[in-house]
């Protein structure tokens, strides 16, 4: 185990948030952090809103059917990618786990909230001012963690193979 792999396996869907702001430093970083992920041709054909405000953070979570608790997240960040890019997708998810692990190092814990594919991904572009040309794929909500829930995973023996789908790992 290192550093890295610590912060990631320490890492949990937070729902439950403190009212302790996070410092505008963190998210930035957290942000450069997401930039970093890589993407296909290095097109980056993404971009985030990062959402503060009580007010919007109440819209947004009325539009989210799974994501009430956005609206007592310290920050929300929207991830909306470029449509017209083939690997738009691909490319918003890491950047989204990217920023959710970055946040996670400075003990921001996050919940991610899905956003392409739902009904509410226009509504949230239209709130957020976004060009038509993006799409919504992730929200991220943050904040200090009032509760941490830690969820079971499958086992790796199940899932993981060794050089051929016949060869267990372990
Ligand atoms: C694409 C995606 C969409 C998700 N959407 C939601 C959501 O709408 N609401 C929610 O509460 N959690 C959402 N989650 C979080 C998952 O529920 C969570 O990651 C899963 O239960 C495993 O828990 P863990 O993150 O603590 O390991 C989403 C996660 C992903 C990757």
């Known amino acids: 185990m290192n550093v890295v792999t610590t912060i990631i396996r320490s890492r949990h869907s937070v ?44 819209k947004i979570a009325g539009f989210a059917d799974h994501g009430r608790f956005i609206e007592d997240s310290q920050a929300c960040v929207a991830v909306f ?8 997708l691909e490319d918003c998810c890491a950047a989204t786990e990217n920023l959710i692990l970055a946040l996670q190092a400075y003990g ?14 226009e509504p949230v572009r239209e709130l957020l001012k976004v060009p038509l040309k993006y799409t919504l794929v992730s929200l991220v909500a943050a904040g200090y963690p009032a509760e941490v829930p830690v ?20």
Request: glycine share 2%.
């Open 15 to 58: 729902r439950k948030f403190k009212t302790d702001s996070i410092d505008d430093k963190v998210i930035q970083d957290a942000l450069e952090c997401a930039l970093c992920a890589p993407t296909a041709m290095n097109h980056q054909p993404y971009l985030f809103v990062i959402v503060k405000q009580k007010d919007t953070l109440s």
């Open 151 to 170: 969820v079971k995973k499958k086992l790796m023996k199940t899932l993981v193979y060794f050089e051929k789908y016949e060869e267990k790992l372990l």
């Open 108 to 121: 921001v814990c996050s919940c991610w909230v899905a956003g392409d594919k739902k009904s509410y991904a």
């Open 81 to 88: 990618g470029e449509k017209q890019e083939t690997y738009y």
